[in-house]
């Protein structure tokens, strides 16, 4: 019969290490697994900085939002560490929404106040400001690297176990709960850190030992797999018993640019294009943010090239790098574009960019965070441990089966 749990979580990246600290937080007995070791770089979830950008305008959105900021200050009360950076966040562009965005935010209780962008330029020099700025102070840079082992740290202080290098090689859909076959290197259990997956392989990131094999048996799963989620719920979809969502893996690749002003105060941003020649090479909306010992970090929003997560390369697509570095030539001067260092991260996304935060039977399931997630961490969490405990519903707009396959 194997090991009989309660609630597994499979995959210990951010999403993951969320939902088992919310779940213990209610008293449940909960199990993490995570394939790879604390701080590998094969997933979504690794690096120092990412950007808390506050410009949503959808009410589901905003309600989250102003959930996450509240959640943070917890986090950082009850760790002890220093997760968020409250440098602002500044959008601009040809974006008609930002008017939308700024009604939303000041009716909700977060700020958000309108520049021109002559006086975007005199506050934050390193940045060439178009057309309309959206000035948001409450948004800021989260740290990755700190706040996952936060996570888990304050799960395992109340009953959480956290199993890193335990792959899930099979999940099978019963009755009365799942059964899971997992792989153990060697060495790979307890301890605690950052994570990306629960299932899949590696190539070009970190190597895994062989090691035993195991079953277990659990009452439920929450799967927050990131990329390897698909391949994950494929078998248990093939039996029928699962629908699974749509899910595009593409492998990103932003780059760290060397600060040539060493004068100039950085915002996180948000460049987003309009018509016209001035964006005829743009692949997307640019996103940036200074990582403190490393640079302004720009990249291209869930435009890198579609991969396998076990077979990426973790080398940038010279095309989108060299289209990058003429974007921060024109539009970041406190930069020199020819000085930078490439970075490989996975993006994992629905066909409308909304998140997947369902139950089917007894799988929970989160996906689809890529590019915008990590901001609601801990409130995608508390979404997670709600379906997992019966609490409420996730809103509808999260649904798994708005990009489920038609059924045969």
């Known amino acids: 019969m194997g090991t009989l749990l309660d609630t597994v979580v499979i ?31 094969n997933g979504a979830s690794h690096g120092s ?14 309600a989250m939002l102003a ?16 997760l968020l950076t409250r440098t602002g966040i500044v959008n601009h562009g040809p974006d008609p929404r930002l008017p939308l965005v700024q009604a939303a935010l000041t009716e909700a209780g977060i700020r958000a106040e309108p ?14 400001f178009d057309q309309q700025v959206l000035y948001m102070p409450d948004g800021g840079q ?19 176990e956290i199993r890193h290098h335990t792959r899930v090689v099979d999940l099978e859909i019963m009755d009365d709960g ?6 153990n290197a060697d060495g790979g259990t307890g301890g605690s850190g950052t994570g990306g997956s629960g299932t899949g392989g590696s190539a070009g990131g970190e190597p895994r030992a062989a090691g035993t094999t195991e079953v277990v048996t659990a009452g439920q799963a929450v799967v927050t797999a990131g990329a390897w989620t698909a391949k994950l719920l494929a078998r248990a979809a093939g039996s029928g018993k699962l629908r699974i969502p749509r899910l595009r893996v593409t492998q990103e690749q932003p780059a760290h640019f060397r600060v040539s002003d060493d004068g100039a105060v950085w915002p996180g941003f948000n460049h987003t294009p309009g018509p016209g020649p001035d964006y005829k090479d743009w692949y997307s909306p640019v996103y940036g943010m200074q990582t403190p010992g490393e640079g302004i970090k720009a990249g291209w929003h869930g435009v890198g090239p579609v991969v396998d997560p076990d077979r990426r390369s973790f ?4 095309v989108q790098l060299a289209a990058l570095q003429d974007y921060a030539r024109a539009w970041l001067p406190g930069v020199d574009a020819d000085s930078f260092e490439a970075i490989s991260c996975t993006y994992t996304t629905t066909p ?16 689809g965070f890529s590019g915008h997630g990590f901001k609601f961490t801990p409130v995608v969490g508390r979404i997670l441990a709600d379906l997992a405990t019966g609490t409420r519903p996730a809103p509808q707009i999260f649904s798994a089966s708005r990009h489920a396959p038609a059924s045969r």
């Open 11 to 41: 995959g210990g990246g951010a999403m993951g290490s969320a939902a088992a600290w919310a779940l213990a937080r209610r008293g449940r007995q909960v199990t993490l697994l995570e394939q790879f070791g604390p701080g590998h770089h």
């Open 49 to 62: 900085t990412r950007n808390l950008n506050p410009g949503y305008y959808r009410p589901e959105y905003v």
């Open 67 to 82: 959930e996450a900021l509240a959640l943070w200050d917890e986090l950082e009360q009850d760790s002890g560490e220093r």
């Open 115 to 128: 520049l021109r962008p002559e006086e975007a330029a005199e506050r934050w020099r390193g940045i060439r």
């Open 142 to 160: 989260l740290n990755p690297e700190a706040a996952l082992p936060a996570f888990q740290r304050l799960a395992a202080a109340r009953g959480a």
């Open 178 to 183: 799942v059964r899971l076959t997992l792989e």
């Open 315 to 318: 080398l940038p697509e010279p």
């Open 352 to 367: 409308d960019e909304d998140f997947v935060l369902d139950r089917i039977g007894p799988i929970v399931i989160g996906a």
